[in-house]
């Protein structure tokens, strides 16, 4: 006769013997493991680690994106040969600009406009204005700050670069420049501006035209140069004579 445990002893199982004698055998129900049994405390733990292993890899990774976006279109320009930072204009600077455009009319062009100030000045005072500017941060600021003076339509703004644009079309040309690109500047103009424009020069004058006109003091000087006096004192400059060899 075979005595069977009480079920909670264990679990039974039956396998083959010798003959037709079945052999039964108890399992015990520790050998078992259920979700109850799992180290729940430790696995909660290491889930915990992992998530933070992979948010701040995430963080740190967003950052780095966010700061690269934000730094490269500052940063660029400076990698030029010639560099145009970008220095906001105080109000003397603004005020010394308007009042060389008073009694004068037509379209005007700030190049490297930065945030737009001396662009949204000329357009409140009836120009037709437009800014090159090489970053493009700025010039979307520049909208907005045009958008919200209410001259959005007199106020255009464009990422460009300076050497590339003809000027031709402009009569008024304002420019914040530094001295290793005014003569650079000074012969590009001379080329394509026409005999009624005039060139007005922020903190640093051009190194070889004679201005008509000079406001303000210190780094609120300003300088206006008329176009038909630099095209004639070009005329008037002697050429010097190729010479000729004789034999």
């Known amino acids: 006769m075979v005595v069977t445990p009480p079920a909670a002893a264990g679990v039974l199982a039956m396998g083959e013997g010798r003959g037709d004698i079945p052999i039964i055998s108890e399992v015990s129900q520790e050998g078992r493991l259920t979700e109850h049994d799992l180290p729940t405390n430790v696995d909660a733990s290491h889930l915990k680690k992992r998530s933070w292993g992979l948010l701040v890899p995430g963080i740190v990774g967003g950052t780095l994106v966010a700061v690269y976006a934000v730094a490269t279109p500052f940063l660029t320009p400076a990698l030029r040969k010639i560099c145009l930072p970008f220095v906001p204009a105080t109000s003397n600077q603004i005020e010394n600009v308007l009042k060389m455009l008073r009694c004068r009319s ?21 120009f ?14 520049s909208r907005y700050r045009a958008w919200r003076e209410g001259v959005h339509d007199a106020a255009k703004f464009y990422v460009s670069d300076l050497w590339k644009v003809s000027f031709s079309q402009y009569t008024n040309v304002v420019i914040f420049g530094v001295p290793q690109m005014m003569p650079q500047l000074e012969k590009k103009l001379q080329l394509e501006l026409e005999d009624d424009a005039r060139v007005i020069a922020c903190r640093f004058p051009f190194p070889h035209w004679i201005p008509d006109h000079i406001t303000g003091e ?4 300003v300088w206006a140069y008329d176009s038909k006096t630099f095209k004639e004192s070009e005329k008037s400059c002697p050429k010097p004579v190729p010479k000729v060899h004789l034999y």
């Not at 037709?128 to 600021?141: C, I, S």
């Not at 210190?218 to 000087?221: A, C, K, L, N, S």
């Open 218 to 221: 210190g780094i609120d000087t």
């Open 106 to 126: 037509g379209s005007l062009v700030d190049l490297g406009s930065g945030d737009g100030r001396i662009v949204i000045a000329a357009a409140k005072e009836g």
């Open 128 to 141: 037709r204005a437009v800014g090159y500017e090489l970053n493009p941060w700025l010039v979307w600021y």
